[in-house]
């Protein structure tokens, strides 16, 4: 009888705490408030990409072009989250930033900070043959529930400069190496403006693993994750990734999100979601 009654009660309280070691996140490249957009412009979205970040809920969730303004508005329709960085133009509020969102809840800060994808990372730049200044920001984070610690990497690679996105690749490698000295966890997201095949990737997949590959479950929705605002046209060009750095960290789930509204979609890219356990 004592047997039965454990087996019951093991199974009862099975889920719960399996459901507590679970860890969403998410990246997204939101599409810099630009005017010119038309009937895809900032102001005709927003409500869209902060409900559809309301719905899914992540735990962690990376940003990416976005400006000051549109961070204040996810902040005021997400009042659950911290948020972490700094405008790529002067450190402080200027140009785009590559910012990360936690629950203020599940998680305590416990260092941050961003570095320029350049030749001298400590100091606003541009790197290489970059067009644009290009940045990657990080928190080391307390997981409460698990009991764990978390890096996560958030960034955004340049468009033009094959140079400055390989070199890119690397520097985000090399700083990991720095500062997760006690090999924790860690996650890499963003939009690294390179498909599969090309050699960024390969240079992250030298330490890093593609959630999408470790996926227990098979991938949903559209491999690609740029759709261009172009709704009616297959998206099949991915360059948004999550990456991990280890196998303490489950992936159960992988999709990109091709929700819609109206025959538009919320940004230019399909934001990426991980299903995680520790």
């Not at 009862?12 to 810099?32: D, E, H, M």
């Not at 998680?107 to 790197?127: I, M, N, Y």
């Amino acid at each position: 009888m004592r047997l039965l009654l454990f087996v019951m009660l093991f199974f009862a309280f099975a889920p719960f705490s399996g459901a507590q070691k679970s860890l969403s996140v998410l990246t997204y490249n939101i599409r810099f408030d630009n005017p010119g957009d038309g009937e895809d412009a900032w102001p005709k979205r927003r409500d869209h990409v902060a409900a559809q970040l309301r719905f899914f809920t992540p735990d962690v969730f990376g940003i990416q072009e976005g400006l000051l303004r549109q961070l204040e508005y996810l902040n005021e329709q997400l009042p659950g989250y911290q948020r972490i960085g700094v405008g790529r133009d002067d450190g402080k509020d200027g140009g785009e930033f590559s910012a990360l969102f936690f629950k203020k809840d599940r998680f305590k800060l416990l260092d941050s900070g961003t570095f320029w994808l350049s030749e001298t990372p400590e100091v606003v730049s541009k790197g290489w043959d970059a067009a644009l200044p290009r940045v990657c920001t990080y928190v080391h984070l307390h997981d409460k529930q698990a009991k764990k610690n978390l890096w996560v990497f958030n960034t955004h690679f340049d468009h033009i400069g094959k140079t400055a996105r390989e070199e890119s690749a690397e520097l985000i490698l090399k700083k990991i190496r720095e500062k997760n000295t006690d090999n924790e966890a860690a996650i890499v997201m963003g939009d690294f403006n390179a498909e599969p095949a090309e050699a960024p990737i390969a240079v992250l997949l030298r330490e890093l693993k593609d959630a999408r590959a470790l996926s227990m479950e098979p991938p949903f929705g559209p491999e690609g994750t740029f759709n261009g605002f172009k709704f009616n046209e297959p998206v099949t060009r991915r360059i948004d990734y999550i990456f991990l750095n280890s196998t303490e960290l489950k992936v159960l789930q992988h999709a990109v999100l091709s929700d819609s509204r109206n025959c538009h979609y919320p940004s230019d890219h399909l934001p990426v979601l991980a299903k995680l356990a520790w």
